[in-house]
Every structure is written in C-alpha cells, then in structure tokens.
C-alpha cells in the first residue's frame, strides 16, 4: 500500500469516527442502537490508536 492510499484510508477512517460521534448525540436513537454506535466508535479509536493516529 503506498503513502497516498494508507493517508486517504486514515482520512476516511477520522471521517467516519466523526459522522459516528454526530450520530451517537442524536435524540431519536434507542438505547441499542446508541451502544453499537459506541461500540463501533470504539473500535475505529482501537483502529486508530494501531496506525499511531492522534487522538481525536
């Protein structure tokens, strides 16, 4: 994977982190679906933290 391709994933990867933190403070999702926006959130911090990604 060149440089570009792995920059575009992490760009793609904070993205999504981002859109998730959004979606998880909206009024109208039930308690499920509010811990598996969790959960994804903490998976993509775990994916980020591997690839050395500051915090966000």
Do not use: K
Not at 21 to 46: A, F, G, K, M, N
């Amino acid at each position: 994977m060149d440089n570009v391709e792995f920059q575009q994933r992490n760009a793609t990867l904070v993205t999504l982190h981002n859109q998730l933190l959004r979606l998880y403070s909206v009024p109208w999702l039930t308690t499920v679906q509010r811990e598996r926006v969790d959960r994804c959130i903490h998976i993509i911090s775990l994916i980020a933290d591997r690839r050395g990604l500051i915090h966000f």
